[in-house]
């Protein structure tokens, strides 16, 4: 159980690795028991089991970690540079959580979209969940309306213009972001926007 809910989580490259390590260790038990029992049928399980789980460790601990490193080093030389503009890793996007101008929580980006022609962010998907419910209510939030920083992204509308946003269907989203009015900057931090340009 604690391996599915590690891998199921999806808190990163690392958390996930651990959960197949720890599923390896379990389909190598179940394997010893199915060797010592006689257990043809549960030791070859086990046995494909361990391929699959090693296959995740290599894939989760290997090389998605190294993705993850990399970005991350990245991000910190950029910082470290004075003569270069500070980075975010895409995948830093994603995931992010995204809060209000008095920092209360907007929602987390479950997804961003990228103009071809540009590699400018278009809109990203926003997921907003109320406190008790199951349901997730998703919105486009056009690039625009995001205050992009290394340590935080900033949403500039007011909570009830977020929540004006019409709720996008599963599977059904825009080809353009919704048009928004956003608040004045001098909420938002003026600097934000020029140390990271998406």
């Known amino acids: 159980m604690i391996a599915a809910m590690m891998t199921a989580a999806n808190l990163g490259a690392r958390v996930t690795g651990w959960g197949f390590v720890v599923f390896t260790i379990g389909s190598l038990g179940w394997a ?14 086990n046995a494909f089991l361990t391929l699959v789980n090693l296959v995740g460790i290599w894939r989760w601990l290997g090389r998605q970690r190294g993705y993850e490193d990399g970005g991350k080093s990245a991000e910190d030389a950029s910082r470290r540079a004075s003569a270069t503009p500070d980075l975010l890793a895409a995948t830093g996007v994603v995931g992010a959580r995204l809060k209000h101008a008095d920092g209360a929580h907007a929602g987390k980006i479950v997804e961003a979209l990228f103009e071809c022609r540009s590699a400018r962010i278009s809109y990203v998907v926003v997921s907003r969940t109320a406190p008790g419910a199951i349901r997730e209510d998703l919105r486009a939030v056009p ?11 900033t949403l500039d509308l007011t909570p ?39």
Not at 32 to 43: F, K, M, P, R
Request: some cysteine.
């Open 143 to 153: 690039r625009e309306a995001i205050a992009f920083a290394c340590d935080g992204m």
């Open 32 to 45: 010893l028991v199915g060797l010592s029992w006689g257990q043809t049928n549960l030791l070859a399980t």
């Open 160 to 198: 009830e213009a977020f929540a004006a946003l019409p709720v996008l269907d599963d599977g059904d989203w825009p080809a353009t972001p919704p048009s928004v009015r956003t608040m004045p900057t001098a909420n938002i931090d003026p600097g934000a926007a020029d140390r990271v340009r998406p």
